[in-house]
């Protein structure tokens, strides 16, 4: 697919739902999901339900197993939110909706590339990634795994010739491959890219790509947490490679621009990206900040130096 947008949006879409119908979702669902939700509740009657979190931030599994009745139609959440280093329990999570015979899609934008994604473990049917984030591929390349079963049932929202050949004059059949949700028309050199990615990845190996991610985001988080005025957002109890954190006295934006001054490449996130987590918590704009394995321990320390150096306010 060409984002992970647009990944996600063809399983969601995909769905059939009806007045009453239950949406499950998490606090830290992201804004595009979100909104996907909204208009589907708009148009069908259809009730969005957000699943509360346990003390740690992650979604609460005994609150989820509670929230399950007949009405549910799809348990929907993000993996890794785009707002902090939050790992939400997707496996416990795949293990309620296979009991109940629930759907269950995965956004695991940020997972892919950072760690271990086996869809037989989690449990999930649907799940959609980005090319762009940890995987290194490039940008406008995502991808949409169904599961076998679960694609017999997904009629996509929308459909071209590749997708269901036009098979008579009055009908067209759609293909028996997950290569329905394509169309006819592609970007292929960015997806030769994501393939170079992730053979790139894979020759590399993921538990020692996600041991290097962690073990720098915990000297981040170490160093952060020594300095003054500094406060870490990540929730959950083995938060991955994202470190997010606010400055006392600095604007997130103008953190960010102070450490690209330096040569230092860090991101912002906005409450309405997360909106309903962003609200609960009052988090304003937060600092962003990525280590992936090629990143050195020198590199995590200049940005330390270079936070610690900014004025007291
Ligand atoms: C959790 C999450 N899901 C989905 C996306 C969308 O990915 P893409 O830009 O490839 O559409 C993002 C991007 O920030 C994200 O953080």
Redesign the pocket.
């Known amino acids: 697919m060409e984002?992970?947008?647009v990944a996600?949006q063809m399983a969601f879409y995909s769905l059939p739902f009806r007045k009453d119908d239950r949406i499950l979702t998490a606090e830290a669902e992201?804004a595009?999901n979100y909104v996907a939700f909204l208009q589907v509740a708009k148009r069908t009657g259809a009730v969005i339900d957000v699943v509360p979190s346990d003390a740690s931030g992650e979604l609460d599994i005994e609150a989820l197993e509670r929230m399950i009745d007949a009405r549910v139609k799809l348990i929907a959440i993000?993996w890794?939110?785009?707002n902090g280093g939050l790992v939400n329990p997707a496996a416990a999570i795949g293990r309620i909706a296979r009991a109940h015979g629930i759907p269950y899609l995965l956004?695991a934008?940020?997972a892919v590339g950072q760690m271990a994604v086996d869809v037989e473990a989690i449990g999930c049917d649907m799940l959609s990634a980005?090319g762009?984030k940890f995987l290194r591929g490039p940008r406008g390349t995502?991808f949409l795994y169904v599961r076998r079963n679960m694609l017999q049932q997904l009629e996509p929202p929308m459909i071209d010739h590749f997708a269901a050949p036009w098979v008579s004059r009055d009908s067209y059949q759609l293909r028996d491959d997950a290569r329905r949700f394509e169309t006819w028309e592609n970007n292929y050199a960015a997806r030769l890219g994501l393939g170079a990615a992730i053979d790139y990845a894979l020759e590399i190996g993921i538990a020692p790509i996600e041991q290097r991610c962690r073990m720098l985001a915990g000297r981040l988080r170490d160093g952060l947490a020594a300095l003054p005025g500094i406060t870490i957002c990540d929730l959950g109890r083995a938060p991955g490679a994202i470190v997010s954190f606010t400055m006392k006295g600095h604007e997130a934006d103008a953190i960010v621009a102070s450490a690209a001054a330096a040569g230092i490449t860090i991101g912002a996130s906005d409450p309405s990206s997360t909106r309903i987590d962003a609200e609960r918590r009052a988090l304003p704009h937060v600092v962003r900040a990525s280590p992936h394995y090629y990143n050195t321990e020198a590199e995590i320390d200049r940005l330390i130096v270079h936070l610690e150096g900014l004025p007291s306010r």
Do not use: E, F, K, L
Request: aromatic share 12%; with cysteine.
């Open positions: 984002n992970a947008t996600w992201y595009a993000t890794v939110p785009t956004d934008c940020q980005t762009r995502g």
